[in-house]
């Protein structure tokens, strides 16, 4: 035998799954495990025999080591294992080494049994297995086909179970299995185990009173279910005969045990020779007794015998079916002959004698439970064959009661009665046993219907013969004629019965009704009717009233005991029939003859018994269920003073109160509480319980007391409930009852009670009675409810003194029949926890509103409830309260609602931090307490019998079975491990070590039993996501219960993410489960079969749930570095989709989006006519909640409810009953559109959730996985089919919620996409390249710009304007994307040239994109005006790159036709004041600003093309600048440095400044810059501008010299600068000269200052010391520093050069217009005297010559020193891997640490790209100094040594002409007059050499010969020769002219002979 327990455990499993499901694929499975277990089918229950070679192998397998089918190698065992395999062998008479592999799966098993050793868990397991294999028997012996029921099964497993259960049966089954209940007793199993000590606590000792039980009602079970589907032969029905006979006759109160019932059962079942349908339709050969006619007289001598049965009145219940059967056979064709038949009666005779009712009654339908609790499969259909082999409703009902003799037999029955009083009475028992058989219907089959006459035929049960039900009804007709008294008590128990639902007390009650003389009935039944009930009841009240003097409560009054009976009896049906119909209560009581409750309350104030007076309060709680009833009886119940609420006279004056004689209080404290019985005091709180269901009366006793419930509540509070457990009690669980009766009363007080302001506000009331002071209205019932709740009153330490009691009282009880027996505590307890959770739930409500009041009643102090239940519990001294609720969840074997409960109070009492840590520190005090607690929370997340619960899990309290309930504590402990997630509490029952957070987050998580580890929550949730993949497993959780596995893999997710969980569990998911692998490859699953396609919520959240822990487990393993993980994954996400060399299957990636329904339809919107539209929707929305978990935000359709039912009563005026009926249904449909919104939202949001889950693993797979692990190439055609995908996704749902996520993650990948290319490219060219020249690429630009197009076409819809920023984003990554040169080619030209592939393809997308023609260009340029912030951004970004490439202006001309153009000039001027508030300090929010930065750099890209200058002003774009003030608004520099000012999101002042200032100076250098007829007109308006706004410009320049520098205002200095020196000064402007002097002579001033300043190395290299001090360091390089000082320079130069020169006459002669430069050398010559370092802003001389010649050495020397580092550099970009590690570190960032090698060289080669380009423009920028320096030295050398005419004049400061600026390499001379700065006229030379004496010129001479030497020359030319060499296509050479130029002026002029002055 392979084992005794898993494969038992195993075929279970398979025949549940293929029977029990139905699952058609395990027809092969169940044949192949019945065949693997035949033998042990055929030989039942028999253990494998001990051997004495296995027993010795076994001994020696301590040294020898043993092989075990369970091991797969040769294993040493341990010597005490062995010792304990042998003792279990022993103990269960077994085989040695089935007891080996029994005692290893006992270990294996031990987590899940905390507290058990292995071999008492090898116990259990050994009887789990028989239990297992005889549950299988009873299941294959269910689904044979037969008489009774069908399992609808398919054909051949019908036919496989049918040919299998035949063997067994052959093979004398019921032999068999009669022996063995015969051979296993409980007693004798205990017995044996007890002497080998195989038993443990109290727990494992009813375990296994339960399997063996069980086991033994499963063999019974076998034997009833196959005699109800064929009837036993002969050998069969007289083995279970001779069975019978020895069971010892019971109690005769004691009803039949499970076994012997179902034994009896199966007995009668064969007692059948079936209807006539069942017969016609099965045949004859399914009934023996038929088929084989020595049956009946075999059967019929055997029940004749006198032999001695144990049980004699089963012997007479079996004559009594017998009988009926005689009477069936005798219409039996084939019965024909057989003497026997003629015996009927007498044995029917016989039968009543023996007592066959009194048993019946008793023994059967008094047991427990009429049907097994194994049922599992058949359900009512095994309900209904138990219900109809009953002796009751079989044979009395099936031809005693329906033949037709029953009329007569019923006479017979009663006339005997009438006759034989003092003997049994037979129809007295016969009437009980039918009521007690029909008051209840477990199952719902409704048989007792059928006594009752339907007059519509829509009632009629087809399958029934109409003769049947007319049979029954005239059953009951003829019992209600001429009844004599005896036996009217017993009628009316059985129309009790009859009545107990709905339809049939309706029935009853048109029955009763049609008897009344009143409503036009009478004659014999007139007794039976209510006429004559209410009659009797106003007659006694009448009666008694007068002959009571003084009201009594003892029984000695005027009512005899067998009226006593009668009324009791009446009343039991009145309140029957009002329980169960709405109708009849309604009808009752609205008849103003009867006066029911009129007549009630008048007997409770009259001497009657107390019995009774219990039962009228019954009564009267059952009228009281209907709301209008019960708000007219609260009146009642007042006026009747049946509780005394009237204080006397002297009460009133403040004297102590009396009690009246007769109230309810009297009746308790003074009758009950002495005879320890309490019926009367729990009947009245069972009325209370109903009349508080509806709103209390507010006027409730006015006029004679302070109206309110007060009186009641401390009747309640302080009488009843406060003092229950100090009362003696006959009965024990009556005092639990009293206790549950009013804590239901509470309940409800609490949990309908709304808080409100009122509650806190003290009101009088004022008595009418004179000299009475106004008494204080005390609040709401409810109010005082929480007040007692939140304080530490008497009522909660009850309450918790309750639940301490019932958790340490039911903690010990495991035995089933001690479990019934508490059942009382049970609720008891139950109610106390629902009271504590709905006080927990509305705590913080109330809270708030008593710290709002500023009138709380008597000043009260309110705790939190979370606080008072960590108080001391005086019990046990210690803060366990709330460990007693968490107990409560390891207490569901009494009932599954109180671990429910206990949850729910864990999840509001675990929101506060301190809360769950003291609860875990108080649980793990206590080790037992602390495995309870987690082993009861294990056990409910692992419950698996759901079969009763329906497929969509329940969301409210109406539970209708136990399933329900245990879902629902499934789904609220993964709520609760989910909201407290960061809490103690979860962190414990997940299995982390909660001692401290360093250990939570140290902690290991092991499989349970591993090191001693439990089994813990993860666990059970891991089972649950990974068992229900197993085919063989009976529950798949992914659909049959959604909503509990979303909330499984939330918590999972949770786990993953959380900073203290994710290592540990992301590590034990990974390595003990390979949970991400085994789980993706599941995704996508299929919808249901039941949807038709559609997808349930919950399995979208499943799924999107489990992508995001992909996503983070991947992310993790990326960081990690382990590989093998992520590239498992990886391959599993991206190439699962190509299977079997299917190219054309989709990826993994991409199946996932199936799911995604990317067309949801938009909720439906309100339609109204009686209510406001927009009031309404703002209503709607005030109802909205989110659901935590999911983030869906949803309308509470009950809340909404009522507030529009708030709305209908509150009407203004008395509104008709048309228009109520009107407002009411309008109300409905609001409700059912408000439903169906809610539906489509959610739906529509489950969507979007898996849409963010999938782009989340998608960045994360294809975004942040390194190269090494995914090719660029792999990535890029990755990236290219998720987009066409993505895209055509959306192409036709372009109004769906989900085109905005879409399109943002379609520009996500897009500019990755961009990134990825840009990299592939620059490492190796050819693959990416192939790609991007295939379709794909203009397939997304067809589709992105299609999407706008749609876009645009529904810009009414929301999010529109988002919609087409994500587009515009797209396109415009699109663009850069076909317009980036691989690195190696961009040497060549900024732009790809036009001929290649490159420009190509850049020209071939431009022109798909040019094919959309004026549409896309009018909705693009449109948003570019007019859209949102973000999409005019964007939108104006797209055309900036669209402008760039459009060579033909088409664009560009677009919107000069259109005016989009001039509307962007003028929105400028439009915006001023917004960007003037920019400028504020705390400014509103600054979208103005980005927009304006966008608007510029449109512009300038605009102002670069000649086209768009020329357009650009011709619209005069500058006069809009012009009025602009926000230039003039330039801040003051900040006091401190920047880096020493705090940091904040907001930009400084003075940075927002710049961002408004330097767009601006960048438009104006493009527009001053670009060639073209329109540039003088340019210029000159740049020139007005600068003009307009000099002051700003003199800030700028004049600022720029001091110690606080940083690189924005040196890169403004730099755009300033660049302005000012390209306008340049000449002759064009000498009419502005003459008004604008001032302020150009201010600007020229500043300039020149900056020459001395910027015109020096070590200024540079203070610059760059300086801003890399006050910068990050890793924001800013000194390489770009030093690139802009250079630039500074080239700019100061260049307007030096302009302003010495001018711009006129065709000859361009040498003459200067401007000497700078003084004609002094002496700063070449000495440099220690050069003051060019400090700052000069204040020097007013001018500076020298001597500056320009050591600025040009400078530069020279600089140069050649930056061009052999540019070499060095350019060879280590060739070749990145021949780089030192010690190279690699220097060129890596900080972050760069800890990558690997193929990274670190990738950044080293970025870097190093990025410094070469750094040092080639800095190449560029000194030799273009050293030029214009070099113009600048000859042009005033020429002019000294050959034009000077020294004088003795003092120097003047001559402003230069402003000219247009010449070119910049002109080396011809110029006009020989300049511009005077005063005047405007031109200057001749000798104005010009005012100030030079001669001596300064002789001294030039000297000192030129020296420093200008041919070392000097040499260095420049050699400068040049470097740069002409690096640049192979420049030839044209200016340095070397002007060297020349140079050489030849210093050769002539310089060596002539000195002039000697005296």
């Known amino acids: 035998m392979p084992g005794l327990w898993a494969p038992f455990k195993e075929l279970a499993c398979v025949i549940t799954a293929a029977i029990g499901q139905k699952r058609p694929e395990m027809f092969y499975v169940l044949d192949s495990v019945l065949k693997k277990h035949k033998p042990d089918f055929f030989s039942l229950l028999q253990n494998p025999a001990r051997n004495p070679a296995q027993r010795t192998a076994l001994q020696k397998a301590p040294t020898d080591g043993i092989t075990i089918s369970s091991l797969p190698n040769v294993h040493i065992l341990p010597q005490d294992f062995v010792d304990e395999a042998l003792i279990l062998s022993d103990i269960l008479d077994l085989n040695e080494m089935s007891a080996a592999e029994l005692l290893l799966a006992g270990e294996q098993q031990l987590p899940r049994f905390p507290g058990l050793t292995r071999g008492l868990v090898a116990v259990l397991l050994y009887h789990d297995g028989r239990r297992n294999l005889v549950s299988s028997l009873r299941s294959l012996i269910q689904a044979r086909e037969g008489v009774s029921w069908t399992l609808e099964l398919s054909p051949t497993v019908a036919s496989l179970v049918m040919s299998f259960t035949d063997q067994l049966f052959e093979d004398n089954l019921v032999a068999k299995i009669l022996n063995l209940l015969s051979s296993i007793s409980v007693d004798r199993e205990l017995d044996k185990l007890d002497r080998g000590r195989a038993i443990g606590k109290t727990w494992h000792r009813q375990q296994l009173v339960s399997m063996i039980e069980e086991q033994r009602l499963c063999l019974a079970e076998c034997l009833f279910y196959w005699a109800c589907q064929n009837p036993f032969p002969k050998d069969a029905i007289m083995a279970i005969i001779e069975y019978l006979k020895g069971i010892k006759k019971p109690d005769e109160k004691k009803p039949l045990d499970p076994v012997t019932l179902a034994l009896f059962f199966s007995l009668v079942a064969s007692f059948s020779v079936g209807s006539d349908v069942a017969a016609e339709a099965m045949g004859n050969e399914h009934y023996p007794l038929v088929k084989d006619h020595t049956l009946l007289p075999t059967v019929h001598n055997e029940l004749q015998k006198d032999s001695e049965w144990g049980c004699p009145q089963m012997l007479a219940a079996l004559k009594f079916a017998w009988g009926v059967l005689l009477r069936e056979c005798t219409f039996t064709a084939e019965s024909d002959g057989l003497s026997q038949l003629e015996e009927d009666e007498a044995f029917v005779d016989q039968a009543l004698l023996g007592g066959a009712l009194p048993f019946l009654q008793v023994c059967v339908v008094g047991a427990p439970s009429h049907l097994p609790q194994e049922v599992k499969f058949v359900g009512g259909a095994c309900g209904g064959a138990f219900q109809v082999s009953t002796i009751p409703s079989n044979a009395t009902g099936g031809d005693q009661l329906h033949s037709p003799t029953c009329p007569k037999r019923s006479r017979e029955l009663r006339k005997s009665t009438d006759e034989i009083a003092r003997e049994p009475w037979d129809f007295e028992d016969l009437m009980r046993l039918v009521g007690d058989m029909y008051s209840s219907d477990p199952h719902q089959l409704n048989l007792l219907s059928e006594f009752w006459n339907h007059p519509d035929s829509q009632y009629r049960r087809l399958q029934r013969a109409p003769q049947r039900q007319v049979s029954l009804f005239k059953f009951i007709t003829i019992c209600s004629s001429l009844l004599p008294a005896p036996l009217f008590a017993s009628f009316m128990h059985m129309l009790c019965g009859l009545s107990n639902s709905p339809e049939t007390a309706h029935h009853c009650f048109n029955f009763l009704k049609a008897n009344s003389p009143s409503l036009g009935g009478g004659g014999p039944s007139a007794a039976i009717s209510l006429d004559h009930f209410f009659w009797s009841l106003q007659t006694y009240y009448l009666g008694l009233r007068k002959d009571g003097g003084v009201r009594q409560t003892a029984t000695g009054c005027a009512i005899s005991p067998l009226e006593l009976e009668g009324l009791r009896a009446v009343l039991k049906l009145i309140r029957t029939m009002a329980t169960q119909s709405e109708g009849a209560r309604v009808v009752m009581y609205e008849n103003q003859t009867w006066l029911p409750v009129a007549s009630l309350f008048g007997l409770l104030g009259c001497a009657i018994p107390r019995i009774l007076k219990a039962d009228i309060l019954l009564t009267l709680a059952a009228f009281a269920i209907s709301p209008e009833i019960a708000g007219s009886m609260w009146l009642t119940v007042e006026i009747s003073q049946i509780l005394n609420t009237v204080p006397s006279s002297l009460a009133l004056h403040g004297g102590p109160s009396s009690k009246q004689e007769g109230s309810i209080q009297v009746e308790l404290e003074e009758i009950e509480s002495k005879a320890e019985e309490y019926p009367l005091t729990r009947a009245f709180l069972t009325l209370i319980e109903k009349l508080v269901s509806v709103p209390i009366p507010g006027n409730l006793g006015t006029g004679h007391r302070v109206p309110g419930f007060q009186p009641y509540l401390e009747f309640l509070r302080d009488s009843v409930f406060l003092k229950f457990d100090t009362r003696a009690y006959s009965d024990p669980n009556e005092k639990w009852q009293v206790a ?445 909640v989110v659901e935590y978990w999911t983030g869906f935000r949803y309308t509470d ?400 320049l004049k600022g720029q010299q001091g110690s606080m520098l940083d690189l924005t205002a040196l890169n403004e200095l730099q755009l300033v600068t660049a302005v000012i020196g390209k306008c340049g000064v000449g002759h064009d402007w000498t009419n502005q000269m003459s008004s604008l002097a001032g302020g150009l002579m201010r600007i020229h001033r500043l300039m020149v200052s900056l020459l001395p300043y910027y015109c020096s190395h070590a200024t540079w290299k203070q610059l760059v010391g300086m801003v890399t001090a006050e910068e990050n360091k890793d924001s800013v390089s000194s390489e770009e520093v030093f690139i802009v000082a250079q630039k500074v320079c080239c700019n100061v130069v260049d307007y030096a050069r302009a302003a010495m020169t001018t711009g006129g006459g065709p000859d361009h002669s040498a003459t200067i217009s401007c000497v700078l430069l003084t004609p002094d050398l002496t700063e070449a010559i000495f440099p220690a005297r050069s003051t060019s370092g400090g700052d000069t802003s204040s020097n007013l001389s001018r500076p020298s010559l001597g500056l320009l010649v050591r600025h040009i050495r400078e530069c020279t020397e600089g140069y050649l020193a930056t061009f052999e580092s540019y070499q060095a550099q350019n060879k280590k970009v060739g070749a990145p891997g021949a780089m030192s590690a010690e190279e690699l570190r220097q060129l890596l960032p900080d972050s760069g640490v800890g990558i690997s090698t193929t990274q670190q060289q990738l950044v080293a080669r970025k870097t190093l790209e990025t410094l070469v380009q750094h040092k080639k423009l800095q190449l560029e920028l000194y030799i273009y100094i050293i030029e214009n320096c070099l113009y600048i030295l000859w042009k005033h050398l020429s002019f000294y040594l050959e034009q000077c005419k020294p004088g003795d004049l003092e120097p003047d400061i001559v402003l230069p002409g402003l000219t247009s600026r010449p070119a910049m390499r002109r080396l011809q001379g110029v006009n020989e007059t300049s511009l005077s700065a005063t005047t405007g006229q031109r200057l001749g030379s000798a104005e010009l050499s005012e100030g030079v004496r001669l001596a300064d010129i002789e001294r030039l001479k000297t000192n030129a010969t020296k420093c200008l030497t041919e070392t000097f020359f040499k260095t420049i030319l050699d400068a040049e020769e470097a740069h002409q060499a690096s640049n192979t296509g420049l030839k044209i050479s200016f340095i070397e002219a002007q060297v020349r130029r140079l050489r030849r002026l210093l050769k002539l002029k310089a060596t002539q002979p000195q002039l000697h002055v005296s």
């Open 1197 to 1596: 359709v009950r809340g909404l409810r009522a507030v529009l039912m708030e709305e209908l009563n509150s009407f203004s005026g008395t509104p008709t009953a048309a228009q109520r009926q009107s407002l009411i249904e309008e109300i409905h449909s609001i409700l059912e559109t408000v439903v169906e919104r809610n539906r489509c939202l959610e739906v529509a949001h489950a969507h979007s959730t898996l849409f963010k889950a999938w782009r989340q693993l998608v960045e994360v797979t294809l975004i942040t996985l390194g190269q090494d692990l995914m090719p660029l190439e792999h990535k890029v055609l990755i990236l290219f089919e998720i987009l066409q995908e993505l895209l055509l996704k959306v192409e036709r749902n372009q109004s769906s919620d989900l085109v905005g996520s879409v399109h943002g993650t379609v520009l996500m990948l897009i500019s990755h996409l961009k990134a990825t290319v840009s990299l592939a490219t620059g490492q190796q060219s050819d693959p990416v390249l192939t790609v991007l020249y295939s379709g794909p690429l203009h397939a997304i630009l067809k589709g992105l710009a299609e999407s706008i197009l749609l876009s645009s076409s529904s810009s009414s819809l929301p999010g529109v304007q988002r919609v087409r920023a994500y587009l515009y984003g797209s396109l415009l990554s699109f663009l850069h994307l076909t317009s980036e040169r691989p690195a190696h080619n961009r040497a060549a030209g900024s732009l790809w040239e036009p001929h290649s592939r490159e420009g190509l393809l850049r020209d071939e997308s431009f022109s798909l994109l040019n094919s959309f023609g004026e549409p896309l260009m009018e909705t693009v340029c449109r948003d570019a005006c007019n859209g949102q912030e973000v999409c005019r951004m964007l939108s104006l970004a797209l055309l900036d790159a669209i402008v760039t490439f459009d060579r033909e202006g088409r664009w560009l001309r677009f919107m000069v036709a259109k005016g989009y153009l001039q509307k962007l000039c003028a929105s400028v001027q439009w915006e001023d004041e917004a960007l003037q508030r920019m400028l504020l300090p705390s400014p509103e929010p600054l979208k103005a600003l980005y927009v304006y930065e966008s608007k510029m750099a449109f512009l300038t890209r605009v102002a670069q093309s000649s086209l768009g200058c020329r357009e650009l002003v011709n619209l005069n774009v500058l006069v809009h600048f012009n009025e602009c003030r926000f230039i003039d608004q330039r801040p003051e520099a900040p006091p401190l440095p920047l880096h020493s000012q705090p940091t904040s999101f907001v930009p400084s002042v003075m940075s927002r400044y710049h961002q408004l200032l330097v767009p601006l100076f960048k438009f104006l250098s493009a527009l001053v810059s670009t060639p073209g007829p329109s540039q003088r007109d340019a210029t000159t308006q740049v020139f007005q501008l600068l003009a307009q706004h000099s002051e700003v410009l003199s800030r700028v």
């Open 740 to 1184: 549950t009766l009013v804590l239901e009363i509470f309940y409800k007080l609490l949990a309908s009670h709304v808080i409100s302001d009122e509650d806190f506000v003290v009101r009088t009331y004022p008595f009418s009675t004179p000299g009475v002071p106004p008494g204080v209205l005390p609040g709401a019932p409810g109010y005082t409810l929480f007040v007692h709740m939140m304080t530490q009153s008497p009522l909660l330490k009850k309450l918790l003194a309750i639940l301490d009691e019932g958790v340490a009282t039911m903690s010990a009880i495991f035995e089933p029949r001690a479990i019934t027996e508490k059942i009382e505590l049970t609720r008891a307890t139950l109610c106390t926890l629902k009271l504590l959770l709905s006080t927990l739930a509305k705590e913080e409500e109330f809270l708030e509103h008593l710290r709002q009041s500023s009138q709380s009643q008597s000043c009260m102090v309110a705790s939190s409830l979370t606080e008072l239940l960590q108080g001391i519990n005086p019990r046990t001294e210690k803060e366990d309260h709330l460990v007693n609720v968490a107990r409560c969840v390891a207490l569901s074997r009494f009932t599954p609602e109180l671990s429910l409960e206990a949850v729910r109070i864990l999840y509001w009492v675990c929101h506060s931090p301190k809360a769950s840590r003291d609860l875990v520190t108080t649980i793990l005090g206590d080790k037992d307490v602390s495995m309870e607690i987690l082993q009861g929370f294990v056990e409910h997340l692992e419950w698996e019998e759901f079969d009763s619960v329906p497929v969509t899990e329940v969301q409210e309290d109406g539970f209708s079975s136990v399933g329900q309930v245990h879902c629902a504590v499934q789904l609220d402990i993964l709520k609760l491990l989910a909201s407290s997630i960061n809490m103690s509490i979860s962190h414990f029952l997940l299995g982390f070590d909660v001692r401290s957070r360093k250990q939570t987050k140290e902690t290991t998580l092991q499989d349970p039993g591993v090191l001693g580890s439990s089994r813990t929550c993860l666990h059970s949730i891991l089972s649950l996501v990974e068992h229900s993949r197993d085919p063989l497993h009976l529950q798949d959780y992914h659909y049959q219960f959604p909503k509990l596995a979303e909330l499984c893999y939330h918590v999972l997710h949770l786990m993953c993410c959380h900073p203290d969980l994710s290592t540990s569990t992301l590590r034990y998911l990974r390595n003990n489960h390979d949970f991400f692998h085994v789980q993706l490859s599941h995704l996508p699953v299929a919808p249901p079969l039941d949807t038709h396609g559609e997808w349930p919520v919950s399995l979208l959240h499943q799924q999107a749930e489990l992508l995001q822990m992909v996503a983070v487990e991947m992310r993790v393993t990326s960081l990690t570095q382990l590989r093998s993980h992520s590239q498992r994954l990886l391959a599993l996400v991206l190439d699962e989709g190509v299977v079997g060399g299917e190219q054309g299957a989709l990826r993994k990636v991409l199946r996932l989006l199936e799911a995604v329904d990317f067309g949801c339809p938009p909720p439906a919107p309100l339609r109204v006519v009686e209510f406001d539209q927009k009031a309404l929707e703002r209503t709607v929305e005030s109802c909205e």
